[in-house]
């Protein structure tokens, strides 16, 4: 199988990964529904069916894509973006690349409107079937972030018009666009500039009860994320806010000490039975008052009578375990601990590179059940594509582990497991190959600052390697035997920063012709 088939295979069709959260009935569910580093949630409906896109940053395939029948359990069923035509990450870092995509549906067609932050500005991408494949991109002639379209018939000619609406010049700008070319038609105008939150972004327009209701976040998206509403007769305004404005905040008496926080960015969809609903990032403390996962998928009832405001969840915050009836539930088979290898399958949906990969560093041809990953130019501690490939870490205490052979790596070679927040924080422990002995070394890359923990050397061509998460500290495990732990705090959003979360990977750096074998990855 040529490579274009392995990237082709991390999006595609078939190999589904299931994110239930855990178990939910018909009285409750647990947050978040699809937990890990997956920030900016947009849903739709179509049918009985719900899909819904997160935010990608530098990662690539980009613009994961899931399916629900009930809200609560979801299961990825591809990628939006899985071409260099679509998507071009040269460069990004952890702050850019794609930001706050929208999905919805249209006249039998699926449309994704996003950011790229780092190359090329605001675009869409359509597909007849949510798994693909999704068209190349047609750019909007319209500057600014966080995109969503939406569709309107004028009362005055009956016809129908497309409006792109997003964060720009300060405020949320709505203009009309031709949804074939992406041109701006007519006027361009800030609609509403929030309720005096920095940050107003995110925004969502739906139309009910013979009123435009305008949804944003504000805040930004720290511990001061909200999520606020407006309505107008006239979707061009004026806009009056939200008698209660924030409909959704933690950052209140009531939400202080809950371990969610940062609630925002939120997007509503309406079920068959009439019910409403809304997703929308969050994160989760961890240690202290700082968080690894990134910013996560949670889900909240929404009360919306004819002709008056929607209240959100009751009015209260939302929880881990929500006490709230239901949609039948639908759940999937759990994705399986163990990430395999084969020439000729699709590669597990979970798995990401870094930036748009070397696409001749990875093959799973050359050897029989393994992914070969060959050293490039680039490595963990510089932007671009390094020789990576990972996984989300999803939960707090989750381990990470595979064997690795220093046979094949030459002198100055490293290959290992990392705990990889962006390029300047980030953990490993990994084989070094020196003076023609090889060592295990527990690495770690703060900032300015790289440091050695503990390196021993081994006689053994093959080793074990994992890497032990825990609310505290990751713990680093050679051949079932823990050698070393340091803090999470170290590499936490509020210390590393950026947008994403904490990946496991596996990775390779050095002189040319060094490479690893990989035969599979568990994650547990």
Known sequence: MKFKNLIVSAIAAFSLFSANAAPATDKGFTNPVIPGFHPDPSVCR???DFYLVNSSFQFFPGVPIFHSKDLVNWEQIGHCLTRRSQLELREAENWGGIWAPTIRHHNGKFYMIVTNQSNGGNFFVTADRPEGPWSDPVWVDQD???PTLFWDTDPKTGKEKCYYVGNAWGGILLTEIDINTGKRIGERKVVWNGTGGRYPEGPHIYKRDGYYYLLIAEGGTEFSHKVTMARSKNIWGPYEGHPKNPVMTHLTQAGQDNNIQGVGHADIVQATDGSYWAVALAFRWQTGTHHLLGRETFLMPVEW???????????????????????????????SKKITFEGGKDLDMRLNFLCNPVEENYSQNERKGYLRMRAGERNLDQNGSPTFIGVRQTAIDQTFATAMSAEALREGARAGITTYMGKDYHYEIQLLKRDGQTFVQVRYRLGRMTHIEKEIPVAATSVKLAIKATAHDYRFVLDDKEIARMDSKFISTETAGGFTGIYFGAFVDGPRGSYVDIKSLTID
């Open 144 to 146: 600014g972030i966080d």
């Open 305 to 335: 009578k004819k002709g008056q405001w929607p209240t959100f969840n009751g009015g209260k915050c939302i929880n881990t375990k929500m006490e709230c009836p239901t949609l039948p539930q639908h759940p999937f088979a759990e994705p």
């Open 46 to 48: 179509v049918g009985d």
